[in-house]
């Protein structure tokens, strides 16, 4: 084969390789951007706890996660919450039934969250909580102020914020309000955040006041 005929040949061979890197370069995009957007909007209860999150896909690009989401609300940026800390909608056809609710989960996906649970209720914190929604982003705020944070990981609370306050009649510890102190642990963030979830999920359909406590299974 003559000089004149290797040219076309090799031209082609380069060609195709720096196809093959530019659809591994692409498919490497779409995996990480995959990744990044694991969550849904639907595993929250409100804009802020998605914001906090970031797991979910950003669909116009803004910054602000879950935008159709009820308040109170976390934009880009943002340290405080805005809006209603107890959105009317997440009450309308709520139930209110008056035995203590069971809210069960994987004792093999939360090992950490039931660690802590078994732990705060042996320390003192009471097993049977009640759903407070009203203040819960000042109750972990003020909670969670001075305490420090590690990568990879999230501060557990419990009682959950959601379980604690002034509809809480058992939690007594702190003041103004009453309730708002809870046992805080260091678990992964990942495992943190699906518990939250889930419990979020879990509880959506009940009205502030109602009992619940938590069940490993």
């Not at 809006?83 to 939360?110: D, H, I, M, R, W």
Request: aromatic content about 6%; overall charge positive.
């Amino acid at each position: 084969m003559n000089s004149t005929e290797a040219a076309p040949e090799a031209s082609s061979t380069e060609s195709k390789t720096a196809a093959a890197a530019k659809t591994a370069k692409a498919t490497t995009a779409a995996n990480s951007a995959a990744v990044a957007g694991s969550g849904r909007c639907s595993d929250f209860a409100n804009q802020a706890a998605a914001q906090r999150a970031a797991n979910t896909r950003d669909g116009d690009g803004d910054g602000v996660y879950c935008e159709s989401l009820p308040c109170p609300c976390l934009k880009k940026g943002a340290s405080k919450p805005t809006g209603t800390a107890a959105p009317s909608n997440l009450e309308v056809g709520c139930v209110k039934p008056s035995a203590v609710q069971q809210v069960g989960f994987s004792a093999t996906k939360y090992p950490n969250i039931r660690r802590h649970f078994l732990k705060a209720v042996r320390a003192g914190w009471p097993a049977t909580l009640v759903i407070d929604r009203r203040g819960t982003d000042e109750r972990r705020d003020r909670l969670l102020a001075n305490i420090a944070t590690r990568a990879g990981y999230d501060r557990d609370e419990y009682p959950p914020a959601m379980g604690r306050g002034r509809g809480s009649e058992a939690l007594t510890r702190g003041a103004n309000p009453v309730g708002w102190m809870a046992s805080v642990m260091l678990v992964p963030s990942s495992e943190n955040r699906s518990h939250g979830s889930v419990m979020g999920i879990k509880l959506r359909r009940f009205c502030s006041g109602t009992r619940f406590s938590y069940r490993f299974y």
